[in-house]
């Protein structure tokens, strides 16, 4: 089990439009933690893997630029790498929870993007698993993410992707995961990889012949905000 800590090596902190998946388009503020050993060929944050070159900064001191976000309009935060939980994140999560929003001051909302490869710490009211084929995902984030994006650039992607989704049926059915979580709710995207042709026209294809999947697009870099 990750040490408790109240410090947390980040490379970057900044309120913008979440631009994947389900949620793209939405007001949020990214916490980029530093530090990932899964080691992706095509990884877009390679400079993010080593942790030793960010400083650790306070928790004290992200919350103090989450609630800035907040009072302009965030109304979630997601926590991205790097793989963020190759920390321990309970004490993070904790004090984003303390953070309230809108009339009703329900708490700050969380999300985090993860490979899945490390233990669970905080607690999420959003997951996106990224699961990686050469170092597959724990079976807890099979059964309890909300969505999937599996990362095309090439053929052994998609059937990957097929894979995957065989797996995560198998394991909420072992589970009986509650109606919150039902398999059905899953969202399942693929997602080209940034500026690879084969990877587009792959994942298009596939989506096109597979209603139940979804394409995702990095609307970010097309718009060439953070
Ligand atoms: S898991 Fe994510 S951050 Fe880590 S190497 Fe793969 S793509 Fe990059």
Known sequence: MKKMTNFLPLVE????????????GKSAFFIRLAGCKVGCSWCDTKHSWDEKKYPSISIEKIIDHIIIARDKGATFCVITGGEPLQHNLDNLCNAIKQIKIGEKQNSMKIHIETSGVDSLSGRYDWITLSPKRHSPPRNYFLKNCNEIKIIINELADIKFAIQIKKEIFKQCQISKVEDSLKKEDKIFYL????????????????????PDWKLSLQTQKYLKIK
């Open 191 to 210: 997602q080209p990889a940034w500026n690879n042709k084969d990877g587009f026209s792959l994942a298009i294809d596939f989506v096109k012949n597979n």
């Open 13 to 24: 902190q900044f309120h913008s439009l979440q631009g994947e998946g389900y949620h793209a």
